[in-house]
């Protein structure tokens, strides 16, 4: 029997991985629901090609092809319904940002297992996200490649035999570059990330080293450690995804070529492996040499920033990410300056960082207010 697979964000870069991975995997996987946002074009593409049962797109535009064929379901309710249909046992959310919460609240409380890229959603609601699982009795697998390498480690020891974790980061584009120059960098700079291919979001999260605060608090959150257990460290070849350190000192790394093909398949099967004959073999010489720096936490002030975030717990994560969301949409949009990111983040956790966190409610009242604040600010 195959397991029925929604892909929430299908026309993104890792929604576009993941229909490369399923299209070699068949004997296990079935495309049961697409969704996108807006691109329809795509979307039809990726649907006479898939023939999923079930297509959603959020915005329709006047020309779309969801309009003429008029099976697609629009809205944003879409998301929840592709979640949580009885044809899916995987939902894979490969949404960009907050838009991706409810969904993956639904599919948690109706017992699906949820691949979970959009670790927006988990850093911002991380106590919702773990009573749904535990209401629903679904599972949270991630597809980022550093905890999908901290769960292939980890393989199912508890956290009393964990000393630390150990997140690699790239570093970005901005790696060597002098903390005055990154202040002024431009659109161009930052989309020149040196090892991943990926949605312009989370280019300029890499750039900022926002992607790894919200990293963090994601390990947080999956692996239910505290922060002191936690590190990052910068890591430029992107070879080696991450590492855990057990008690006794031992220290086992998940290794291999950048590419996201690899953790997405593992979201899938784990805790099986499924053969995939199309991943490269590993050859160590060629990725040679693997090295290992400290984060300038002072040329990239989001990171710290993030980190304290999650410490302080409460609303914290929530005003963070959505200070940074908005902050990189007026980046991107050419209206704010790199360095203008950062400081939003730390007006914005000023201001409402002390907010309640309890419900649903809350939280989308501390990520409003967060993103009117900063949309102020300039
Ligand atoms: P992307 O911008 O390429 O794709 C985003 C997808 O989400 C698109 O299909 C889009 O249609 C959909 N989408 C955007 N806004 C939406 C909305 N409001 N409602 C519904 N759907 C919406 O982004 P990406 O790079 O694929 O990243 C997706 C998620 O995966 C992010 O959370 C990112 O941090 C995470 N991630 C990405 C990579 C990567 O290699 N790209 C690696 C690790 C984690
Ligand atoms: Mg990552």
Avoid at 158 to 180: H, K, M, N, Q, Y
Avoid at 313 to 341: Q, S, W
Avoid at 346 to 364: H, I, K, Q, Y
Wanted: some cysteine.
């Amino acid at each position: 029997m195959t397991r029925g697979v929604a892909i929430l964000g299908s026309t993104g870069s890792v929604g576009t991985t993941a229909l490369r991975v399923l299209a070699r995997h068949t004997d296990r996987f079935r495309v049961a629901a697409l969704t996108a946002h807006s691109n329809a074009v795509l979307l039809r593409e990726q649907v006479d090609r898939f023939h999923p049962a079930y297509v959603g797109i959020v915005h329709d535009g006047p020309n779309g092809a969801g309009a003429d064929s008029g099976d697609w379901r629009t809205g944003p309710e879409c998301l929840i319904e592709a979640a949580v249909r009885t044809d899916v046992d995987i939902v894979l959310n490969a949404i960009v940002g907050a838009a991706g919460l409810d969904a993956t609240l639904a599919a948690l409380d109706s017992g699906k297992r949820v691949a979970l890229a959009n670790k927006e959603t988990l850093v911002m609601g991380g106590s919702l996200v773990a009573e749904a699982r535990r209401r629903g009795g679904g599972d949270l697998v991630p597809v980022d490649s550093e905890h999908s390498a901290i769960l292939q480690c980890l393989a199912g020891r508890p956290e009393t035999e964990v000393r630390r974790l150990v997140l690699t980061a790239s570093g970005g584009p901005f790696r060597d570059w002098p903390a005055d120059r990154i202040e002024s960098a431009t659109l161009d700079d930052a989309l020149r990330h040196p090892t991943w291919r990926m949605g312009r979001k989370i280019t300029v999260d890499s750039a900022t080293l926002a992607n790894k605060a919200l990293e963090v608090i994601e390990a947080h959150y999956l692996f239910g450690l505290p922060f002191d257990q936690i590190d990052v460290v910068v890591h430029p070849q992107s070879v080696v995804h991450s590492l855990v350190e057990f008690v006794d000192g031992s220290v086992l790394a998940q290794l291999g070529a950048p590419s996201m093909e690899v953790p997405v398949l593992y979201s899938l099967t784990h805790p099986d492996r499924a053969a995939d004959a199309a991943v490269p073999a590993f050859d160590p010489v060629a990725a040679s040499p693997l090295t290992f720096e400290r984060v300038r936490d002072d040329a990239f002030p989001a990171l710290r920033l993030g980190i304290a975030a999650g410490r302080q717990g409460g609303a914290a994560p929530a005003v963070f990410n959505a200070a940074n969301e908005e902050a990189v949409g007026l980046f991107t949009a050419g209206r704010i300056r790199f360095g203008d990111i950062a400081r939003s983040i730390a007006d914005a956790l000023d201001a409402f960082g002390g907010l309640p966190s309890r419900s649903r409610s809350e939280v989308l009242a501390a990520d409003a207010a967060a993103r009117r604040h900063v949309r102020e600010m300039f």
